[in-house]
C-alpha cells in the first residue's frame, strides 16, 4: 500500500519538477515541449490514481490528458508558432533568477500551509495536494512572469494540469474530474482558435505588451 | 417536472433553437419569447413549495436570486432586440454574428440558472464558470483591437479565478469527506451544511481564503477587478447589463453559500471581517476611481465594484438586519443599473461614442432619453425616494447601531461616488450639445420599467416583499 503512495509522490513531484523547468525555459519550441512533458506525467499520476484507487473512470482523464495536453496542443501550438515565424524567444518581465527563487517560495508555502493546515485528512491525501497546489502556483506565476501570449495560455494549462492532479488525489471526488476535463478542452479549443489567431490578425504579433498600448480609458 | 428544472432547461433548449435560426427578427422574438417564459417559471417558484433534492436546492435564499435574474434576463433580452438591430444596421456587427449572440446570450442565462439553483459545490462552479467564460467570447464580439484586449485580459483573470475556486470547492470537499465519505455526498450543499459542526476548522479556513480570492474575482473585488472595467466597456451593452446586473450576483451568491456553510463551524474562521475589509476597500477604491473616467460604460462599471463592495460589506456584518438590507442593496442595483446600462445604450447610439466629453446637452436633444437616463443616475447615486437610497440608508444605519466608527467609512465612499457622478455627467445631460446626433428607436419599456420598480421600492416595500427578504436574510446568518 504505501509503495502506492510513494508512486503517486514521484510522478507529482516529477511534475514539479517540469513546473519549475517550464520558468526557465529561452525558447517558446522548448517551453511546449517541457508542457508536454507535464502533461504525459499527469497522465501517468491519473492512470496510477486509476488503478491504485480502483476507479477504472479515471482511466479516461488520463487518456485525455494523454492525447489532448501530451499531444495535440502542444504540436499544434508549435505549428503556429513556427507557420507565423514569430517570437521564437520568451519575453520575460523578470529574470530566470528571480523567477525560480519566487517559485520556491510559493513550493515552500504550498507544503507549509498544507501539511500544517489539513492534519485531519489521510496523510498521503495532503502530501498529493501540497504538490498540486505547488504547481498551481508555480502556473500562475508563469502567467505573471511570461508576457508572450501563447506562454501565458502555457502557464495556465499548466495551472489546470495541477487542479486535476489535486482533484485526482482527492479520493472519490464524483463528476468534476471529468467536468474539469472537458473544461480544459473547451478553453484550450477556445484560446487557441478565438485569441491567437484574432490577435495575430489585428497586431501581426502576439505580444501581449502591444495590447496593453491599447488601453481604451487613454483613447 | 419541477419549475426549477424550467428555469434551467428552457434558456438551453432556446440556445439550441436559437442556434438554428438564421434570421435577426426571427431571433431576437425566439430570445425574448425564451426569456419570458424563464420569467414566468422564475416568479412561479417564489410560490412554491421549497425542496432540497440531491442536485438541486431552492429555498428562501437563492429564490430571491433566482427571480432577479430571470426578470433582468428578460428585460435585457427585449433591449436588445432593439439595440442588436442597431448594431446591424449601422454595420458595427456583421449579420451573421446575429445567430451567435442570441444563442449565447440564452446558454449564458441557462449556466447562470444552474449555478443558482444547485445544491452541489462542483455544479454551482460549473454553471458559473461557463455562463463567464460565455461572457468572455461576447465581450470579444465585436473583434475591434480594444475588445480584443478587454477580453484577453477577462479571461486570464477569469481563468485564475476559476482555478483558485475549484481548488477551494476541492479542500471544502475533503473536509467533508470523514462525516460523509467519498463521493457525491460530500459535494452536496445541504448535506454539508449539515455537518459543518464536525469539519476540520484548519480546511475550512484556507478554502475559504481560495473561494474569497476566486469568487471575488468574479464579483470585482478590488484588487482583483482589473478585467471588470474593460469588459463593462468593450461589449454588447447588453451583455454589460447583464455583467453588472446578474453575473456579478450569481458570484457573490457562490461566495455567501460558503460563507453559510463555514458558519456552520465556530472554530474556523469568520468569513465576516475578511469580507468587510474587502467591501469596504472595493467600495472607496472605486468611489474615487469614478473621477477619472473618460468612457461612460466604464464610469458605471467602477460604479458596479463601488455596489458590490457596498453589498459584500453588508454581508460581511451578518446578522439578519445587515443581511436583509445587503439582499435589498442586491436587487436595487440590479435593476438600477442594468437600467442604466440601458440607457447607456441608446445615448451611446444616439452621440455615436462613448466618451463623456464628447456626449453633451442630451437633455435638448433627447429630451425623454435625458429625463429617463437622469433619473436612473439619480437612482444610482442614492437620491431618495429611488429604492437604492432605502437600502443603502438600512445598511449604513444598521452599521451605525452595531460599529458607529466603521458606519463612517462606507458613507465616505458613497459621498465620494456621488460627486464623481454629478460632477462627470452634469454635462452629459444638461451642457450644450455638441457632435453628431442621431434617432434613437430602441424600446424604452425596459428602462421605464425598471425605474418604476425602484422608485415603488423606494417608496413603498409590501410587506409580503419584507417578510420574503427577511426569511432569505434569517438562512444567511
Redesign the interface.
Known sequence: MTRGYEISHLLAGAMLVTSFALLYQERIAAVLKTFAAQSITLALAVAWAASSQDRPELFITSLIALCLKGIVIPVALHRTVVKLGIHREVEKVVGVGIALLVGLALTGLAQALLLKVAQGTASHAREDLALALAIILLGFLMMIVRRNAVTQVVGFMSMENGLILAATGARGMPLVVEVSVAFSVLIALFVFAVFVFRIRERFDTIDIEALDRMRGDTR | MHTYQIVVLVPYAAALGLAAIPGYRSGAIVNVLASAVTLAAGLWLIGEERTVGPYAIVDEFNVVFIAINTLVGFTTSIFSASYIGHEIKTGRLPPGFVRFYHAMFQAMMGSMNVALVANNI?LIW?GL?LAT?ITV?MV?LY?T??S?????KY??LA??G???A??G???I??AG??AL????P??TWSLLQGVAARM?P??L??AFIFLLIGYGTKIGLAPLHAWL??AH??GPTPISAVLSGLLLNVALYALLRFKMLIAGQPAALDPGPVMIVMGLVSLVFAAFMLY????IK?LFAYSSIEHMGLMVFAFGMGGPLANFAGLLHMVMHSLTKSGIFFAVGHVAQAKGTQ?IAEITGLSETHPRLAVAFALAVLAISGMPPFGVFASEFLILTTTFAREPWLALLPAFGLLVGFGALLMRLQNTILGKPTGPSHRVDGSSVPIVLHLALVLAAGIFLPAVLVAWFQRAAELLG
Do not use: H, K
Open positions: 462542483g460549473v464558470e467564460l467570447v470579444g473583434r483591437p480594444q480584443i484586449e478587454a477580453a484577453w479571461f486570464i481563468s485564475v476559476i482555478s483558485l475549484f481548488f470547492t476541492i479542500l470537499y475533503l469527506q470523514p465519505g467519498e463521493g457525491v460530500a459535494m476540520d484548519a480546511i479556513d484556507l472595467p474593460d466597456a468593450e477619472q473616467r473618460r468612457d466604464r466618451r
